[in-house]
């Protein structure tokens, strides 16, 4: 299979090697001047050494030596680094182990015209990479890449769309013509190690100067002239990732058309839209079980929660299901994302999920597809999924035996957990990103107006178009004051130059209080619809609302108890005298007590039960009983400053939880017209 790159591939590449050429230009230069240095520091100390040997003319033309050895070899410690993968995480699999799934990879080796990996892997994630250890000397030699498959993938994805998204990897590598994007990776790869990977060498100089006082002088002069030459190589750096980066966006198009020749368009465009539901369901069990570790439970099959929790997702979204997967829809994909503002990420390594189905939309390569699971590939896949749960969570340290929980149990525990971390679905989102407005116009005229009216469709968008409107808003001022640095953009579907985009503000300015308004209005029915009529609920209203108004009215005030606090202890992250240490921990004193009073009230009231576990609630009640010491002979007391920065943490947290509650409360009891049909006679 041969696939013609397109105008735009031939462009970016000669681009990328342009770029790389002028970059080996500098170095060249960098390099001569370098030696140079090099041979004047070793012919100046051994010089004078020799023209006045004594101790100390001794210990400077070693310095001097030194210094010059230092610098060159800055310049040349890339010949020696080898980047290494960490495969800690990953597990190796066979062809005896999985016949089917290397009989896929066979093929798609061979459609590609492409070399089988040298090893293959499974990852925990919802993800597929070839991945290789690289080195100067990779630019010269062949390098065999090895295949990683994240098990969360292969449980979120049909055997059709495995095999489009495994083509796509191999795809980077199939033709002569890729070769140039796989030089230009290596070289950029190399450079990028050449600038900012330096910490062995400043802990080589460091070494070195603290052998002697005369050679700290010496190392100080070494790291100025190595940090000159790395701020030239930052530079290069930038001029040759940026075009490295524009080839990258252009090597993953060329790479879904090798996919969608292999295993049709359709099916990589679905698993593609499906990716990021999979992998936010993933993380959501992740995030559900570290909430969980101090009652060391554990999952017994984190792939199995994977799915029911993508299916819950799906099922509270009203997703379509096709071939037993969630089929989202590319509508469905950017629902709240009402930004009419479109800027080319420069700095982007692949283009956006939309641009790269509108080119297999435009390709619609149609192939016979196997809609069977891809975990059906695999001779037992609920044991390799228990065994890959059991090795990552063999990397969490638990306090006592940790307790596998049955999935009917995490089911449960899931879904009580999200409902109560959550705002009921009847009102579509409208306070997912607000919260109700407390400036509103009170007894006015009630309208004819019903619950559906008041969070509809049309209502909830007003919601994301002016997040949309503040957040174009806040990107065209970027533009205006030079923040942001780029030649033109696209608003509305107009091109505008950089020049242009104050012209934009009067209008963004115009639309966000058109907006605001239309919001505030709804939000001022929103207020008398509930708070009118004889039914008994109405005064449990008002009372929610008025005291959730209050506590917005106070939460500034006492986040500024957090705020303070950070100001306060600033010091503890700085290099700071033993004497203004503990002048600066009295001064500390007023504003900790503020936060062991907030902290009390929590803890007093009952609320932090809900909130924190077991061993939290303990230690900010032992941290608030008592008179702790931060400093003492010298030295900071590790148990104790820990005790203080989880309070600080803690506090803000508590704070946040208990406005959320008070607003699930408010809008529970507005949830009861939704279902009472009395409720809505009333109105």
Known sequence: MYIQVSEDFKKKSKSAILAIGIFVMVYILLFLFTMLLTVACIGGGILLIITKPMFLTL????????????IFFFIIKFLFKKHINDRSHLTEITRTQEPALFKMIDEIVEEAGTDFPKKVYLSYDVNASVFYDSSFWSMFLPIKKNLTIGA???NTTTKQELKAILSHE???FSQRSMKVGSYVYNVNQIIFNLVNDDQSYRNSVESWANISGYFSIFAAISMFITQKIQWVLTKMYSFVNIRHLALSREMEFHADEVAAHIAGSLSLEESLLRIELASNSYNNVLTFYESRISKNQASKNIYAEQSFVMNFFAQLNEVEIKHNFPNIKLSESGLFNKSKLVIENQWASHPSHEER??????????KEANHEPARNLFRDFEQTEEKLTAKLFSRVKYQKEKINLELNTFKAEFEEQYTNDSFDRVFNSY??????????DKNQIPKKLSFDDLFSKEKVELV????????DKNTIEAIVNKELALKTFDYDGQKYSASEAHKLLPVLNKAIADVKSQIQQNDSDIYNYFSTGEHGRKNEFIQAYQRLAEFDHQYEEKLSVYTDMSNATVFMSTQTPFDQIKHKFSLMIPFEEKLKNEIRAYLEDGTASVDLNEQDIKDMDYYIQNDLIYFNNNQYLESNIQLLINAMNIYPYLLSRKYF???????????????????????
Do not use: C, Q
């Open 152 to 154: 969360g993938l292969i």
């Open 431 to 440: 306070y997912n990103n607000k919260n109700p407005d407390f400036t509103v």
């Open 661 to 683: 509650r008070m607003k699930k409360n408010l809008l529970d009891i507005m949830k009861e017209w939704k279902i009472s049909p009395e409720m809505e006679k009333v109105n």
């Open 464 to 471: 994301y178009a002016l997040i949309a409107l503040e957040n």
């Open 59 to 70: 210990m400077l033309g070693i310095g001097a030596a030194g210094t010059g050895v230092f």
């Open 170 to 172: 191999f795809g980077h």
């Open 357 to 366: 189905i509108t080119r297999l939309r435009a390709l619609n390569i149609i």
